[in-house]
């Protein structure tokens, strides 16, 4: 986020924008490639004892390596909270929290943000239906707007968490979102009107059981934080971690903090790390296709997105690794890669950074679809825009030299793809600038910047202009 924005300006974007997060704003239907759809076909059933664990040092108890993120619960139209405006489908979310209990998973991450500020109440209902001490729970003060900044609001914040999550006591509690916003907007957040010391106190009395935080963006923070670390006692973080991030965090994006450093200064003080992320928005899932072929055939019973979980789950002091789980094969894969864990080795590590150094090449915009941007004053829909882009340019198929054999198909493509995946109302040409979106990204993109590129790159191809297209 810019350092120069004025704090009470910053307050009431930073107000506007996560209000947008809870109320997702575009229709999302179910989309996987064609390449997910058949390795989902091709599912083996999970077995339902031999998930792996790790212990949590504080509590000696075991935590399931696979962590479900209740961000993305499905909807009755058959899409995601995250994405359509229809109803949680609770039916359909009771029916993966069970099938998620058999095999294994006990640690389920909601937030007062999440699914348009619906996700704690349908998990809570979920989980209610089994033994208390059957799973832990993971929530968030998702204190973003202006108006629950206050003492008595973020307060208010934590009490209802408890009452829709159906408990008297929260198993991991995090401070949501640190560094975005720098080091003023942590301060204003959580140490100025003493709710740092508050969710101590609570943790003293028990309706805390782990405190921790979730870190994206000032690196300023983090290392703000740690260093309170004697102080508070931190019991966990949470982090962005994969293979891409692992070395090229900040190349992607220079406000981005490499996940070597961030999990290193975790295991220096003995703290378990929780991981976010893992196949980072989807891209480690649609991954090139020529990529996606020398996967297979190092292993072919592997699906794309298990190397991703795999290398997550690897390090030892990870607690357990987050995955929004919309769909039972999505659930299914996942348990795959963890029940049990098939340890990343050295061979494959090495695979893999040569796969992130491939991908780092492409140059992809870091977008990983939160839709923490929106809405878009203007109407423009910003992480679709970034999707299409994306998708194209991932697949090499990008119409960039008008004299090549390829290039009429290629526009038409891409031109055509667009319009399906965006309407035309809502491309990047109707974006003028006004710049409300960019203190909101956690991946720190200059959004008007990159829509006003896509959009001149696309009028150009609309005009069918000749020579080399860059």
Same mark, same amino acid.
């Given at each position: 986020?810019?350092?120069?924005?004025?704090?009470?300006?910053?307050?009431?974007?930073?107000?506007?924008?996560?209000?947008?997060?809870?109320?997702?704003?575009?229709?999302?239907?179910?989309?996987?490639?064609?390449?997910?759809?058949?390795?989902?076909?091709?599912?083996?059933?999970?077995?339902?004892?031999?998930?792996?664990?790790?212990?949590?040092?504080?509590?000696?108890?075991?935590?399931?390596?696979?962590?479900?993120?209740?961000?993305?619960?499905?909807?009755?139209?058959?899409?995601?909270?995250?994405?359509?405006?229809?109803?949680?489908?609770?039916?359909?979310?009771?029916?993966?929290?069970?099938?998620?209990?058999?095999?294994?998973?006990?640690?389920?991450?909601?937030?007062?943000?999440?699914?348009?500020?619906?996700?704690?109440?349908?998990?809570?209902?979920?989980?209610?239906?089994?033994?208390?001490?059957?799973?832990?729970?993971?929530?968030?003060?998702?204190?973003?707007?202006?108006?629950?900044?206050?003492?008595?609001?973020?307060?208010?914040?934590?009490?209802?968490?408890?009452?829709?999550?159906?408990?008297?006591?929260?198993?991991?509690?995090?401070?949501?979102?640190?560094?975005? =916003?720098?080091?003023?907007?942590?301060?204003?957040?959580?140490?100025?009107?003493?709710?740092?010391?508050?969710?101590?106190?609570?943790?003293?009395?028990?309706?805390?059981?782990?405190?921790?935080?979730?870190?994206?963006?000032?690196?300023?923070?983090?290392?703000?934080?740690?260093?309170?670390?004697?102080?508070?006692?931190?019991?966990?973080?949470?982090?962005?971690?994969?293979?891409?991030?692992?070395?090229?965090?900040?190349?992607?994006?220079?406000?981005?903090?490499?996940?070597?450093?961030?999990?290193?200064?975790?295991?220096?003080?003995?703290?378990?790390?929780?991981?976010?992320?893992?196949?980072?928005?989807?891209?480690?899932?649609?991954?090139?296709?020529?990529?996606?072929?020398?996967?297979?055939?190092?292993?072919?019973?592997?699906?794309?997105?298990?190397?991703?979980?795999?290398?997550?789950?690897?390090?030892?002091?990870?607690?357990?690794?987050?995955?929004?789980?919309?769909?039972?094969?999505?659930?299914?894969?996942?348990?795959?890669?963890?029940?049990?864990?098939?340890?990343?080795?050295?061979?494959?590590?090495?695979?893999?950074?040569?796969?992130?150094?491939?991908?780092?090449?492409?140059?992809?915009?870091?977008?990983?679809?939160?839709?923490?941007?929106?809405?878009?004053?203007?109407?423009?829909?910003?992480?679709?825009?970034?999707?299409?882009?994306?998708?194209?340019?991932?697949?090499?198929?990008?119409?960039?030299?008008?004299?090549?054999?390829?290039?009429?198909?290629?526009?038409?493509?891409?031109?055509?793809?667009?319009?399906?995946?965006?309407?035309?109302?809502?491309?990047?040409?109707?974006?003028?600038?006004?710049?409300?979106?960019?203190?909101?990204?956690?991946?720190?993109?200059?959004?008007?910047?990159?829509?006003?590129?896509?959009?001149?790159?696309?009028?150009?191809?609309?005009?069918?202009?000749? =020579?080399?297209?860059?």
């Amino acid at each position: 986020m810019a350092k120069d924005i004025q704090r009470r300006d910053f307050l009431k974007r930073f107000g506007a924008g996560m209000a947008a997060t809870a109320a997702a704003l575009v229709a999302c239907k179910r989309s996987e490639s064609t390449q997910a759809v058949e390795e989902y076909k091709q599912q083996q059933e999970p077995p339902t004892d031999k998930m792996t664990y790790r212990l949590n040092p504080k509590t000696q108890e075991k935590v399931s390596l696979l962590g479900y993120g209740m961000m993305r619960l499905p909807t009755t139209d058959g899409g995601s909270a995250r994405g359509s405006e229809a109803p949680i489908d609770q039916e359909q979310v009771n029916r993966l929290v069970d099938y998620a209990l058999e095999h294994g998973v006990n640690y389920f991450d909601t937030s007062p943000a999440y699914c348009r500020g619906e996700s704690e109440t349908a998990t809570g209902i979920a989980l209610s239906r089994h033994p208390r001490n059957s799973y832990f729970i993971a929530t968030k003060l998702s204190n973003f707007n202006e108006q629950t900044w206050s003492r008595k609001a973020s307060i208010e914040m934590f009490e209802n968490s408890l009452r829709a999550l159906r408990t008297d006591y929260i198993d991991y509690y995090l401070l949501h979102g640190c560094g975005m =916003g720098g080091m003023e907007a942590y301060k204003g957040r959580y140490e100025d009107n003493g709710m740092l010391d508050w969710c101590i106190e609570q943790r003293r009395r028990g309706r805390i059981r782990n405190l921790g935080f979730s870190y994206h963006g000032d690196i300023a923070v983090f290392d703000y934080l740690l260093s309170r670390h004697d102080e508070v006692h931190w019991d966990f973080v949470q982090i962005e971690l994969n293979y891409l991030d692992w070395d090229y965090a900040n190349e992607i994006n220079e406000r981005n903090t490499d996940a070597r450093y961030l999990y290193g200064e975790l295991q220096k003080r003995g703290i378990p790390s929780v991981i976010m992320e893992p196949l980072l928005g989807g891209r480690l899932a649609n991954v090139p296709q020529y990529l996606v072929e020398e996967m297979k055939r190092r292993d072919p019973e592997a699906s794309v997105a298990s190397w991703a979980f795999r290398y997550a789950g690897t390090p030892e002091g990870v607690l357990t690794v987050l995955s929004g789980m919309t769909f039972m094969e999505h659930l299914k894969d996942n348990l795959l890669s963890y029940c049990p864990l098939r340890p990343v080795t050295k061979e494959e590590e090495t695979f893999l950074y040569d796969v992130a150094r491939q991908i780092v090449d492409v140059e992809l915009i870091p977008c990983n679809d939160c839709k923490y941007c929106m809405p878009c004053p203007y109407g423009v829909d910003i992480p679709g825009v970034f999707v299409h882009y994306n998708k194209v340019k991932n697949q090499g198929r990008l119409p960039l030299d008008a004299q090549s054999p390829e290039y009429r198909r290629l526009r038409r493509e891409y031109l055509v793809g667009q319009d399906r995946s965006v309407p035309r109302l809502r491309q990047a040409a109707h974006c003028i600038g006004c710049g409300q979106c960019k203190p909101h990204c956690p991946q720190n993109i200059d959004i008007p910047t990159e829509l006003h590129r896509i959009d001149a790159f696309a009028e150009k191809v609309r005009q069918d202009s000749h =020579g080399k297209m860059v």
